[in-house]
Structure formats: structure tokens, C-alpha cells
């Protein structure tokens, strides 16, 4: 079975970093994009970086700067550095991938479980 599992969340001062890593499992034989994506209290889950297989990045506008996502395709992992978090930074972190190929039809859309962040002022 394949899964998406985050960690690395958890409650930093404003101006912090944390590091979250999401690591795929099962009998996988590759990964296209990569994703993070997040949602705050009462908000909707909102894009905050994708890398491409072959590295290419995408940012939303609130993160740029500040953010790094990354990925290690051997290890099936993908990584989001977050420095200069801001209060309003706190959500739900949730990994994607928009597409996994497996033995048999490729599976689409996939997600964690997601690891809360909470940054204090």
C-alpha cells in the first residue's frame, strides 16, 4: 500500500525554522510532482510549494523567500524548510503528489495525513 507520511511539525517562536519531510512507501517506481499544501483554522488548504521529478520549483507568492522545498528521489522524499515563519504560517501541512507510478494504473492525488505547524508571536 502506498502512503504518504509527514513529519517535523510542531510549535516554533515567530522568526523560527522547522523542517518537514514526507516520505512515500510501498512498491512505488516513481513520483512526478511534489507537493506541499496547507490549511489554517476556518481557511481552505491552500498550495505552498511543488518540485517537479526533475527539480523544477513552484512557490505561492506568501512563501517565496523564506521557503525551500526539495526533494531526494532515491529516497522517495520531499522536504519544505521554513525559516522566518510567521504566526500566520500556522495550519496543517499536508504532502501531495499528483501522481505515483505503480505497478498497474498510476494512482493520482495523493495525500498525508498531515503535521500541524504552530508558530507563537
Known amino acids: 500500500q502506498v502512503q504518504l507520511v509527514e513529519s517535523g511539525g510542531g510549535l516554533v517562536q515567530a522568526g523560527g525554522s522547522l523542517r518537514l519531510s514526507c516520505a512515500a512507501s510501498g512498491n512505488i517506481l516513481g513520483i512526478n510532482v511534489m507537493g506541499w499544501y496547507r490549511q489554517a483554522l476556518g481557511r481552505q488548504r491552500e498550495l505552498v510549494a511543488t518540485i517537479a521529478s526533475d527539480g523544477a520549483t513552484n512557490y505561492a507568492d506568501t512563501v517565496k523567500g523564506r521557503f525551500t522545498i526539495s526533494r531526494d528521489n532515491a529516497k522517495k522524499t520531499v522536504y519544505l524548510q521554513m525559516n522566518s515563519l510567521k504566526p500566520e504560517d500556522t495550519a496543517v501541512y499536508f504532502c501531495?503528489?499528483?501522481?505515483?507510478?505503480?505497478?498497474?494504473?498510476?494512482?493520482?492525488?495523493?495525500w498525508g495525513q498531515g503535521t500541524r505547524v504552530t508558530v507563537s508571536s
Open positions: 501531495n503528489a499528483d501522481r505515483i507510478w505503480v505497478v498497474g494504473p498510476p494512482l493520482r492525488d495523493v
